[in-house]
């Protein structure tokens, strides 16, 4: 059986803990040629860790739309490259959909390993409908967010935001006004750490509780999602049998 080539390899790295990084991740990152790497310092810490010792090549948002092209010609050429992150998968809030476009479109195959997430075990943990959920990701620190808060007032999913812990008190303030005080939400903290830390309860106790106690380290917030449209969805759902019901009755009694 023939396998095609893969010029492009997403690693995911751990989120904390660094045995969260997997056996099919350190093989991968020792096969490649190249890791491109957000931070080169942080990524070669954590190389270090696992006696992976490469040609690590910078890769971030700034440099990100320059480097895809020259990257994709050293991929048309047989180079190998995997891309890493600071922590968890590459392209999820982090450098790496425009080169997996660009790697895609020049006709060469990239594949994804499955591995440490922030939002995954956020959601999980939160306690909320994981079923069907939404991943916001940032949102925008000035301009247009309010347009994306509002654009999620009736979004019945759960919702899903990365968020930075000293913006985290003015979010759930922003979230309470528009989506009511007592919407439930969890605040997953520092995951996989030493303090890792999962809050649950509705908006304004998250409020009153981290007015207390300020938040240190990295989180994820994840919020219900709309449940008044959930129930005006099953009132008309109910409405509807109602009336299929009644119009089958009358046919029968025609008949
Ligand atoms: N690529 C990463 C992923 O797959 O989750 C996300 C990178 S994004 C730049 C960083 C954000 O992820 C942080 O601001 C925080 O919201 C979330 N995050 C990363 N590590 C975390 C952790 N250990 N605990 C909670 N949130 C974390």
Redesign the pocket.
């Known amino acids: 059986m023939s396998q095609t080539k893969i010029s492009l390899f997403l690693v995911?790295t751990p989120?904390?803990n660094l045995r969260d990084i997997t056996l099919r991740a350190m093989d991968t990152l020792q096969a490649v040629d190249v890791i491109l790497a957000e931070d080169t310092r942080t990524s070669g810490i954590l190389l270090k860790h696992l006696q992976i010792s490469k040609n690590l090549q910078s890769y971030h948002s700034f440099n990100e739309h320059k480097a895809v092209e020259k990257l994709v010609e050293r991929m048309k050429k047989g180079e190998t490259f995997a891309l890493i992150?600071?922590?968890?998968?590459?392209?999820?809030?982090?450098p790496g959909f425009l080169l997996v476009r660009a790697v895609l479109a020049a006709g060469l195959e990239v594949q994804c390993l499955p591995g440490?997430?922030?939002?995954v075990p956020?959601l999980v943990a939160s306690g909320l409908p994981n079923d069907r959920f939404v991943f916001e990701?940032?949102l925008p620190h000035k301009k247009g967010r309010k347009t994306r808060i509002d654009a999620l007032l009736d979004e019945t999913r759960t919702l899903i935001?990365?968020?930075?812990p000293h913006r985290l008190l003015k979010t759930l303030e922003q979230l309470a006004e528009a989506f009511g005080a007592d919407r439930q939400a969890a605040v997953?903290?520092?995951?996989?750490?030493l303090h890792?830390e999962i809050a649950r309860g509705t908006l304004v106790e998250l409020i009153d509780y981290y007015q207390v106690n300020p938040l240190k380290?990295?989180?994820?917030l994840v919020v219900a999602g709309c449940a008044e449209q959930r129930e005006t969805r099953a009132e008309k759902q109910e409405k509807k049998q109602a009336e299929w019901k009644k119009e089958k009755k009358s046919r029968k009694e025609i008949d």
């Open positions: 995911p989120i904390g992150s600071d922590a968890g998968t590459p392209a999820i809030s982090d440490a997430t922030a939002f956020a990701g940032f935001f990365y968020e930075s997953a903290r520092e995951l996989s750490k890792e380290g990295e989180i994820v």
